[in-house]
């Protein structure tokens, strides 16, 4: 379930880079951290935080996509792939152009650059692989991340140096900065207008039924209006997360943080991970985008002193907080 992000964060990015970046939500831990917050009553004392860690395997940049733009509407100039593309790369992402007729990557970034004076904006075609993180599943998550920071020109040569390429969630995260979580919640199926809206049952010996409501709609006018609550389906929708802080950046070979026996439902936590304070839209396994904070925050990003990691009952400490860039 890989959620669709319409709009990429313009501000606070000098140098271009990734607007988003994939992790897998594994589940729920208690940190312990000092509060750094000034001029509040509670600054320099321990806090308690609930957190989510986020299993965060190695993005892979398949190729980029350039977009123009006309009469409002954003369409796609062209495609540039790397070459050498794998045949399970290539099924996911509807390479569909004859063994021998394609491209070269060079070729592709000299038709963009011809193109550039009427591209719009750029955005690159990763990939995640699941199996990476302990997961039983082995497809290939691919999605479009749109380029932020820059002008065209830099963001093209970005675009050629990371192409082909991998980026580790340690080289694009640093502890204490901010992102937007976005996701699809867990589904929740058909249910009625008590469970979904919160309605208040009526009285018993009410008219017909008590989990109604009671009045869909006037006389005048005479139609149901869209603010009645009424039954339907009840989750499984996109939803977002502002502004959530990055307690710490691990690595699960340096800093294991899975408690024994596994977390729940998710196993074995592999690799490189996040740990986000407060909770995260989805169910355990959903991909999970971590998007460049669409309104970041005006003040100065510094890292977290965190005390403890309460997993399962167990206290652990990692080897050392990730510094700030």
């Known amino acids: ?42 600054f320099g004392k321990p806090t308690f935080n609930p ?60 038709k963009v650059v011809e193109l550039l004076p009427k591209i719009e904006r750029f955005a690159a075609m990763v990939g995640v692989n699941p199996s ?24 093209l040569e970005y675009l050629k140096s990371v192409t082909g390429k991998t980026i580790k969630a340690s080289e694009y995260f640093r502890s204490g900065s901010y992102i937007d979580t976005i996701a699809v919640t867990k589904g929740k199926g058909f249910e009625g207008v008590i469970t979904r809206f919160g309605v208040k049952r009526k009285q018993h010996k009410s008219r017909k039924t008590v989990r109604e409501v009671g009045v869909i709609s006037p006389w005048h006018p005479a139609t149901v209006m869209y603010t009645v609550p009424r039954a339907g389906q009840m989750g499984f929708h996109q939803r977002m997360d502002k502004n959530k ?21 998710f196993g074995e936590v592999r690799g490189e991970y996040l740990i986000v304070r407060g909770s995260v839209p989805g169910p355990i396994k959903r991909l999970i985008d ?32 990730q510094p700030a860039k």
Not at 13 to 26: I, R
Not at 245 to 265: C, D, M, Y
């Open 290 to 321: 971590l998007r460049l904070p669409l309104y970041p925050r005006r003040q100065k990003i510094q890292v977290p002193k965190i005390i403890e990691i309460n997993v399962a009952g167990n206290a652990l400490q990692l080897v050392a907080p």
């Open 51 to 110: 957190a989510t860690i986020l299993s965060a395997p190695t993005v892979t940049v398949y190729g980029f996509r350039a977009y123009g733009r006309q009469n409002g509407i954003d369409y796609a100039f062209t495609d540039v792939f790397a070459d050498n593309l794998a045949d399970e790369v290539r099924d996911r992402i509807s390479y569909s152009v004859e063994k021998g007729n394609k491209e070269s990557f060079n070729s592709g970034i000299q």
């Open 245 to 265: 802080r990055i307690l710490a950046v691990g690595n699960a070979q340096q800093s294991p943080i899975t408690p024994r026996g596994g977390f729940p439902h």
């Open 132 to 155: 990476e993180t302990g997961l039983s599943n082995h497809d290939l998550q691919v999605q479009e991340v749109g380029i932020t920071g820059g002008d065209l020109k830099s963001q």
């Open 1 to 42: 379930m890989i959620p669709h992000v319409r709009n990429w964060t313009e501000l606070g990015v000098e140098k271009p880079t990734l607007a988003a970046f994939p992790a897998f939500k594994v589940g729920m831990v208690q940190v312990i951290t000092l509060d750094d917050r000034e001029k509040t009553p509670n």
